[in-house]
């Protein structure tokens, strides 16, 4: 895929980008210390997983990067409905983070029909 075929994105997103970083490092550092808990990232619009500045022109991270960067999470759910994002968003965590590979579930699915069945399947305590 060309760079120049990922999603361009403006100040806003950049933004929000940058909040969920510095919320997923925060609540990282407050549930660390609680053994039993299970910690799971779901990302119902995932898209490529980067994309592109539209004041830089450069590549940034999207909230699947963000969040794996984290490291803090037991489980990913990256859920995205267009079929060449998904590959492209698979792509980025091979190349970018294999070592998370065993944890992350890429599903290329209508997040309306496979949400119930993720949270389903979540058992509380």
Known sequence: M???????VGKWTEAKLEIIEKYAKAYGIIMKPRKRFHA????????YG???SKDTERII???????????????????????EKVKHLQDVVNRDFPELK???????QDCNEILPKILSGIKYE
Request: a negative charge; aromatic letters at 14%; zero cysteines.
């Open 40 to 47: 799971i990232y779901i990302d119902a619009f995932a898209s």
């Open 61 to 83: 991270e999207g909230s699947p990067q963000k969040a794996l960067k984290t490291g803090i999470f037991e489980e990913y759910y990256f859920i995205e409905l267009a079929p």
């Open 102 to 108: 065993e944890k992350v579930h890429i599903m290329n």
């Open 2 to 8: 060309d760079f120049l075929d990922l999603d361009k």
């Open 50 to 52: 980067e994309h592109i």
